[in-house]
């Protein structure tokens, strides 16, 4: 039974960007998180995928990430038209210090919801590359991104397991799947 329903409606945005930054240095996409941040835009979204999790939705979704990059940066932006082309620009000047192979926007809704149906997908893509996967959950601050992402290619190597990356860039909410086959004694 339901006594009380609280709603806050929150008006759309008038315009929204959505970018695909393309590196070839996990750490590369890593700073470019917290410059973004620094150059004063504070982004609706800034997903982040490393090569094994683009190469996992790539065979599933087909979503047009490269699959020969270390990490994408899926960003956007959402407000009032006049002022996105700016922060667009802004981010990707910071992008470019930080060495950004390429940078896009989607130039229709069509390319947009297919960039984001790759990075919603994720999770469910590593099936194609895993018959299982064990997801972990954690906030680090940004600027220690791209520490963490080092250890976890440690623990991965020292191991012999596949660690893929898939997490909330923006706000520091990593989730490291981590890939085995349950089939397989330890």
């Known amino acids: 039974v339901v006594t009380k329903i609280i709603v806050r409606l929150t008006p759309l945005a008038e315009s929204v960007k959505t970018m695909l930054a393309i590196f070839d240095r996990l750490e590369d996409a890593s700073a470019s998180v917290s410059g973004v941040i620094a150059a004063g835009v504070v982004p609706a979204a800034i997903e982040m ?23 994408v940066l899926l960003i956007e932006i959402d407000g009032l038209a006049e002022g996105l082309d700016d922060q667009m620009r802004r981010i990707s000047e910071v992008c470019d210090r930080f060495h950004a192979r390429e940078f896009r926007v989607a130039k229709t809704a069509k390319e947009r919801n297919l960039l984001w149906a790759g990075r919603k997908g994720a999770f469910s893509a590593m ?41 909330h860039a923006g706000d520091g909410n990593l989730h490291p799947l981590v890939l085995f086959d349950s089939d397989h004694p330890g």
Do not use: K, W
């Not at 995928?49 to 990490?71: F, K």
């Open 49 to 71: 995928m490393d090569r094994l999790s683009i190469q996992a939705v790539e065979a599933s979704v087909h979503a047009g990430y490269p699959t020969d990059c270390e990490a």
């Open 127 to 167: 099936g194609r590359i895993s018959p299982d996967f064990y997801t972990m959950d954690g906030c680090v601050p940004r600027d220690r991104i791209s520490e963490v992402l080092r250890r976890i290619n440690e623990i991965s190597a020292r191991y012999g397991l596949r660690i893929a990356n898939v997490f």
